[in-house]
């Protein structure tokens, strides 16, 4: 959307940028077909254990049974290439692309505040919505990484629950963007949760140009504000130049993708 002039009152130019941005009413039927194909993004972004690649059939038919949508279409693509892939191939490529990589990682509140105070803040409140919602995440995973929002916005609908992800829309597009210069079938997910959310705005592309160029702010802190998994990290972060990738929340003890196949 081209910026409004100025000459037009300030509460006349919020208003308008609100109502572009604001979700169109849908049906029930759509808002069904939606809450399925967030939570088939949710699935399909989790990591490639055995339970999640022996149902791989029936994701592909469930995919293909959805109404016609951009979406749908992009999901299809990716599930016709999940499918046809060895399991171990899968495992592979999935630690090489949201374990080993910067700009790939599906932990969200990380775009927007980087290794800073702001991050365990950030979580903490996402934390605080789910169980306001009535929704317990089970403590496997933090709240920002991506297939546990996309659960919450799939159960909760297309208002609050699919609030997180409108915000962290920027960092969805730098995963996006990120994947598809790797030229990942996983950006085929990414682009189909994209045309669920507004179109981007002037603000929104700049920002994510700026996290190309410049990554997330980063501070020498821990996570100690988001006091639901004090263990998560140490509380150290590796130097500007480097990338530890985030650890899982861990219920008993810090685990691995490698240690699960164990």
Known sequence: MSPLPATIPALVRT?????????ARLTPEETAGR??????????????????TSA?????????????TPAAEHLARF????????????????????DLRRKSSLYLTYY???????????????????????????????????????????????GGGEAPLRRHRR???LIHRALTDADSPYRHVLAALLTLLPPPTEADRAAVALLVAEGPPNEDVGLDAYGTYPAYGNGEFAPPD??????TAPISAPHSHEEDQR
């Open 242 to 247: 480097t990338f530890v990738p985030p650890l």
């Open 112 to 158: 927007l505040h980087g290794d800073t105070r702001r991050r365990g803040m950030a979580l903490l409140t996402l934390n605080q919505r789910y169980r306001a919602a009535g929704w317990d995440t089970g403590g496997g995973e933090l709240p920002d990484h991506l297939p546990v929002v996309l659960e919450f916005a799939a159960l909760a609908g297309p």
């Open 79 to 98: 599930t016709d290439w999940f499918a046809a892939q060895d399991p171990e191939a899968l495992e592979r490529h999935y630690v090489e692309m949201f």
């Open 171 to 173: 960092g969805l597009e």
């Open 15 to 23: 208003r308008v940028r609100a109502a572009v941005r604001r979700p």
């Open 35 to 52: 809450a399925l194909t967030l939570r088939l993004g949710s699935l399909l972004l989790q990591y490639p254990d055995a339970e999640l």
């Open 56 to 68: 791989r059939t029936e994701l592909t038919t469930v995919t293909a049974a959805l109404p016609a």
